[in-house]
């Protein structure tokens, strides 16, 4: 299962969720929490973290949170649609 911060795009994740991939929506559920928050709704049931903000890497590698696996996004707006498309390609090759 994917937890997509509150930055990830409608458009991405209404294209995983065409792909049947099982995404949770912080923007939908949770917003404004915090990211140590998110941190824990990703834990149960296990989610990889979808998002395109750099904190995330500061907790696995200066908190060292070790439990969280988080997928980082960067790109431009005008290239959002090739971005979402290998997105899909890659949790379709790897499973969720």
Sequence with gaps: ???????IPST?????REK?????SI???NRGISDR????????PPRIILTEDKDFGEWVFAHGVKSISVLFLRYRYVERFEITQILVNL??????
């Design 37 to 44: 928050e998110i941190i824990e709704v990703s834990q149960n």
């Design 20 to 24: 049947n991939i099982e995404i949770y």
């Design 12 to 16: 991405i994740i209404g294209a995983l």
């Design 91 to 96: 949790i379709e090759q790897k499973g969720e």
């Design 1 to 7: 299962m994917i937890l997509a911060d509150e930055n």
């Design 27 to 29: 923007y939908e559920n």
